[in-house]
């Protein structure tokens, strides 16, 4: 009896050492996911250039857009929404790079399906396929002249004009 026991005893030690680092390696990693997941999710808020707008959100979407109280004595509608499409599109290049940053050390280190099954399709190419490159920031856009309307004796004119719309 004792033939068989001291080898099966080994094998059986050396098996569940390596049950236990695979589970060790499997925790590490699911923590540095969440970790990872935390930190992409977390809330990013940036302002405009002209100090207008500020959009805030995640890469899950945007969750506020503010627009500043006087904006609106400050600068014309055109400007204001080249404001807020500036907002928005740093905020999508800075929730999307947080997101890369984030996830950057857990595509490195775990195994690609075509390593771990030979003739598989690269996962990893597979989602770098699918992820979408950050936006473009937009063209700047020419202010189309104003409009040739004689409103001398429009006092209603005058008056909308020389007069904020908020109070």
Do not use: C
């Not at 627009?67 to 204001?80: G, H, M, N, Q, V």
């Not at 929404?81 to 790079?97: F, N």
């Amino acid at each position: 009896m004792n033939d068989w026991s001291a080898p099966t005893r080994a094998e059986n030690d050396a098996l569940r050492a390596q049950i236990d680092s695979m589970l060790d390696t499997f925790n590490s990693e699911k923590s540095a996911l969440l970790d990872a997941q935390a930190q992409a999710s977390a809330l990013v808020s940036v302002w405009s250039q002209d100090g207008l707008v500020r959009a805030s959100g995640t890469i899950a979407g945007v969750s506020e857009v503010h627009i500043a109280a006087d904006a609106f004595k400050r600068t014309t509608p055109e400007s204001l929404g080249r404001s807020v499409t500036e907002a928005l599109t740093e905020l999508t290049r800075q929730t999307t790079q947080a997101q890369t940053q984030a996830l950057a050390p857990l595509s490195a280190s775990m195994p690609d399906l075509s390593d771990l099954v030979p003739g598989a399709p690269s996962m990893k190419n597979l989602i770098a396929s699918l992820t979408p490159p950050p936006p473009p920031m937009p063209e700047p856009v020419v202010e189309a002249p104003e409009t040739l309307i004689d409103d001398s004796d429009d006092e209603e004119g005058d008056y909308f004009r020389n007069r904020s719309y908020l109070r």
